[in-house]
């Protein structure tokens, strides 16, 4: 699989950050949609690890972008984004988040109950019987799990969805069980918040209203952290706003005008 997917012209001076962890390629139809104005990378991050990660996306923007980019992180990306720029302030002239986890451990607490209550009664029994087969010894089978759990839980996930964008995406259950225990460790140790509140470039938050990930816990914690910081709070939407019937243009529009324009000082 190419490590780095390039849409659009160079200079590339746009990057989009996938979730998953180990959902490589989900951030294409945003990628697509930007290169319209941007030269833009999509880093696909193969790493087992939380640090083999990091240094993942920083091999990828230092070998790619002519300079400071853009960095556009979604979900588990958010925090992959948060913690890159961090570390090299000279990588990232701007951050925006989209659908990202809650940065406190209390936050989180309800995310797993709201995801399996939107489930039908026939999913979370095949949830439930599909479970071990993640630890099956074929990593064919449990990427197809992995693969299935992610069509079942974006349907969840979402309120008027475009239609399902799951065929483009790489899964791999080992890169996710290998990478997110280490996520929420960090989450839970006050680690992910410290890497937030050590950020130097403007941040933009934006989120679905309709999403599982609590928005509040997104915003209050990055308000208190962080001096140039906007959040946008988007109508009907749920944890995928590209691919919601109702939130995609007001997205689109709220993500260009954060490239366009210094965040300071921006009103959406």
Same mark, same amino acid.
């Given at each position: 699989m190419e490590n780095v997917r390039k849409y659009g012209k160079a200079p590339f001076e746009v990057a989009v950050v996938h979730g998953g962890p180990g959902g490589a390629g989900e951030m294409a139809p945003v990628a697509r949609e930007l290169s319209r104005e941007w030269g833009v990378l999509e880093p696909l991050q193969t790493a087992r690890s939380l640090e083999g990660q990091v240094e993942e996306l920083f091999a990828a923007l230092s070998n790619h972008a002519p300079g400071p980019?853009?960095? @556009?992180?979604?979900?588990?990306?958010?925090?992959?984004?948060?913690?890159?720029?961090?570390?090299?302030?000279?990588?990232?002239s701007r951050l925006i988040l989209v659908g990202s986890g809650p940065f406190r451990e209390a936050d989180a607490a309800g995310i797993d109950a709201v995801r399996m209550g939107r489930l039908t009664s026939d999913e979370q029994a095949e949830v439930k019987r599909l479970m071990p087969d993640?630890?099956?010894?074929?990593?064919?089978?449990?990427?197809?799990?992995?693969?299935?759990?992610?069509? @079942?839980?974006?349907?969840? #996930?979402?309120?008027?969805?475009?239609?399902? #964008?799951? #065929?483009? @995406?790489f899964c791999s259950a080992d890169i996710f069980n290998a990478v997110w225990p280490e996520a929420a460790e960090w989450r839970r140790n006050g680690s992910l918040l410290s890497a937030a509140s050590a950020l130097a470039c403007p941040v933009t938050a934006i989120h679905g209203d309709y999403d599982p990930h609590p928005a509040e816990g997104v915003r209050v914690p990055l308000a208190k952290a962080l001096a140039d910081f906007r959040f946008v709070l988007l109508a009907h939407c749920g944890h995928k706003p590209w691919m919601e019937m109702e939130a995609r243009d007001p997205f689109y529009e709220c993500l260009k005008k954060s490239l366009r324009r210094p965040c300071r000082g921006l009103n959406f």
């Open positions: 980019v853009a960095l @556009i992180g979604f979900s588990w990306g958010a925090w992959l984004s948060v913690i890159l720029a961090s570390r090299h302030p000279e990588l990232v993640l630890k099956d010894p074929s990593e064919r089978v449990r990427n197809e799990v992995f693969s299935r759990f992610g069509r @079942i839980f974006s349907r969840a #996930d979402a309120f008027h969805p475009i239609h399902d #964008d799951t #065929d483009d @995406i």
